[in-house]
């Protein structure tokens, strides 16, 4: 589950994409909705799906005056490149607050973080791997284990 590797490469993306088309690029904070309750997993999924889902409204705002303006170029892009993996994030979200759900009692809490490290946390994180790819030193060190 890296989404944020993913959000990272889609503002490279449109950022690249604006500065072709002669625009000038102004970044802001991402905001923060200060109704969700962040005691809980469940909370946090969901906020977290709120977010998914108002940035693929957004997605859609800027397709439909794209499409308004005949940028065949920028619907291209945006249906391509954004909108499949969006939809992907809203199912696997929504997957997750699903099982968030289950999550009242403390034995719950539990085994959803254990799901959740077994499924995303340790498919990804480095401490986990035996070599990391492209690192000639760390062949090295295989070898002479």
């Known amino acids: 589950m890296d989404m944020f590797e993913e959000e990272l490469k889609h503002a490279v993306i ?3 994409y604006i500065l072709l088309r ?3 690029v102004k970044l802001c904070c991402v905001q923060v909705s200060e109704e969700h309750d962040w005691m809980s997993v ?3 999924f969901n906020a977290a799906l709120d977010l998914e ?3 693929k409204e957004k997605l859609m705002v800027v397709y439909q005056k794209a499409e308004k303006h005949h940028d065949l170029q920028l619907v291209d ?3 391509t490149q954004f909108m499949e993996e969006q939809n992907e994030s809203i199912k696997q979200l929504a997957r997750l607050v699903t099982k968030a759900q289950m999550t009242d009692t403390k034995v719950g809490e539990h085994l ?3 799901m959740m490290h077994s499924t995303f946390v340790k498919k990804s994180n480095m401490m986990y791997k035996k070599s990391i790819e492209g690192d000639p030193e760390a062949k090295d060190i295989n070898k002479r284990q």
Do not use: H
Request: hydrophobic share 35%.
């Open 53 to 55: 889902k108002s940035v």
């Open 42 to 44: 469940k909370n946090a």
């Open 112 to 114: 959803f973080d254990q």
């Open 22 to 24: 002669g625009g000038q």
């Open 77 to 79: 892009m945006i249906s």
């Open 14 to 16: 449109f950022t690249n």
